[in-house]
């Protein structure tokens, strides 16, 4: 009796059946030859490991895992979770695969080397049996190489990258895929693989069903993107949208966010300022960071955008280090960002800026130190967007902040958390301070219970200028 035909979905980060491009042509090409779709997850934790994922991040994949299972059980498809070992291990979950009658392979295309090479190992592997496997670009809005000058060279800075950005967004468009239609009931027989396991529960706070967090997409669009320009940078108010973790594992896609966003803001993009458009930029940003590390390789080997800066010799003090991870440096603003990073898995966007800004520029440590402990923390780690914004903070970037931009953690903080309210929540030590004194409290002594500064800012600063100065001056003239 002739196999029926098995249509392999392999589930990466599009961990959702809206608008997932793979699984939705599998299920059209099934229709077509009366065969089945069968989608597969391998979580690969020695890979996460070396990765640095965060065990929160972990967690959400696993628990959004078990969710999709469940929605695609509706719709007769089902889900394959294994577990696996490492990226190695990919290729021979397949191949065990293969003899149930598989006659594709569609998936969703990932750009770091790693995965790269993972991704071609498997469609050599199923290359001997003349099994053609379908990689979708659909991790940006816009494919990575399909922003470019006139000259056809890829843009090093952002804003007439964005501005062409979105040219191709009038002229293209955004499309999304429908979710795939139900299937007959298949009684598939696997081999035998060790299913995936679950987490440690601790992303338990983040719901994974797939129509809530739509939801919640959804909600930000029609009622709380008008405030977003004003409420951004504050991280006492709940003023940014919170998707990114679900944009990292893709249970969200970015398409989905801006098809949305024209959908409930449309008018409001008309104007540059408003908080639709500033929200836009943000998602145009996530683009922008993964075409530059699409196109330069070596970011993703952890080198500096501007190579000089990788001679610079940072003096990477481990007792400031180990300051800066526990929230214990005396800066109020630094210390309460990263206890929020410890306690929560997240930290909102200002923080980042001013906690990388202070490791490098205040305790003169090298950027990819603190770059490996966020994504060791962060429930939304993302390389390209991690990468981006530490090389960003560090001055070492491509349309990095200037050197010599240094934030000052203090005014930073009577700027972004004026009445103190973000700093008591994490630090109630310091939750007796007047809204003026909580931002530096060490006048005329530093507060009981609280830390004593590890650096003088000020002095700090000057070391900072020269170590970069050492570099630039020796900079080629050519
Ligand atoms: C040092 C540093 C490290 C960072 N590490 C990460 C990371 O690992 N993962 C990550 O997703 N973002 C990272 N960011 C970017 C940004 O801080 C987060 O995306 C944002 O705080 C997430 O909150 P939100 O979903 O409420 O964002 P919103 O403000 O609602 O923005 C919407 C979405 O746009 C994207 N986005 C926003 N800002 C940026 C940005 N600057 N660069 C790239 N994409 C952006 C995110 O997908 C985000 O969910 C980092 C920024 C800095 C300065």
């Known amino acids: 009796m002739e196999k029926t035909p098995v249509h392999l979905v392999w589930l990466r980060h599009d961990l959702r059946y809206h608008d997932n491009q793979a699984l939705y042509t599998a299920r059209e090409a099934a229709q077509l030859d009366n065969g089945i779709v069968l989608a597969l997850y391998i979580a690969t934790p020695l890979s996460w490991q070396q990765h640095d994922m965060a065990m929160i991040r972990q967690d959400l994949i696993r628990r959004r895992v078990a969710a999709l299972t469940a929605e695609l059980a509706e719709l007769k498809i089902p889900l394959l979770a294994v577990e696996g070992m490492d990226y190695d291990s990919c290729v021979a979950v397949i191949a065990q695969l293969l003899p149930l009658g598989v006659v594709a392979l569609y998936a969703q295309q990932e750009y770091e080397v790693r995965e ?59 499309k999304c895929f429908p979710k795939p239609a139900v299937q007959s009931a298949t009684a598939i027989v696997v081999p035998n693989l060790t299913p995936m396991q679950a987490g440690d529960n601790s992303s338990a706070g983040w719901p994974v069903a797939e129509l809530e967090v739509l939801n919640r997409m959804r909600i930000f669009c029609q009622q709380r993107v008008q405030d977003y320009t004003t409420a951004r940078d504050f991280p006492a108010i709940d003023g940014t949208s919170s998707l990114s973790a679900y944009l990292a594992i893709g249970v969200l896609s970015a398409q989905q966010c801006v098809a949305r966003l024209q959908h409930e803001a449309g008018q409001q993009l008309e104007q540059e300022k408003s908080g639709a458009s500033v929200w ?15 196109a330069f390789p070596r970011l993703i080997k952890h080198q500096a955008f501007q190579t000089e800066t990788d ?73 390209a967007a991690n990468n981006g914004g530490w090389q960003w903070a560090a001055s070492t970037g491509t349309d990095a902040a200037p050197y010599f931009r240094i934030f000052n953690p203090v005014t930073q903080s009577e700027r972004f958390d004026p009445s103190g309210d973000f700093i008591r929540r994490y630090l109630p030590m310091l939750a007796s301070k007047t809204n003026k004194e909580i931002h530096w409290p060490h006048k005329p002594v530093t507060a009981k219970g609280y830390f004593r500064p590890v650096v003088e800012h000020n002095e700090a600063r000057k070391l900072t200028l020269a170590l970069f100065s050492a570099v630039k001056s020796q900079e080629s003239p050519c």
């Open 116 to 174: 790269h090479a993972r991704d071609h190992a498997v469609a050599a592997k199923l290359h001997e049996q003349q099994i053609p496997c379908y990689w979708f670009d659909r991790l940006c809005v816009m494919p990575p190489g399909s922003v470019l000058t006139q000259q056809g060279d890829i843009y090093k800075v952002f804003t007439p990258f964005k501005r062409n950005w979105l040219v191709k967004l009038a002229t293209f468009g955004v």
């Open 311 to 383: 001679r610079i010799n940072w003096p990477n003090d481990n007792r400031l280090f180990a300051a800066w991870c526990r929230g214990e440096t005396g800066y109020p603003i630094v210390d309460a960002a990263m206890r929020q990073l410890n306690e929560t898995g997240w930290m909102h966007n200002r923080l980042r800026m001013i906690t990388a800004s202070f490791l490098v520029k205040d305790l003169h440590i090298d950027w990819r130190w603190g770059e490996r402990y966020f994504m060791s923390k962060l429930i939304d780690g993302d390389f």
């Open 280 to 294: 836009l930029s943000e998602l145009i940003w996530r683009d922008f960071y993964k075409h530059i590390l699409v």
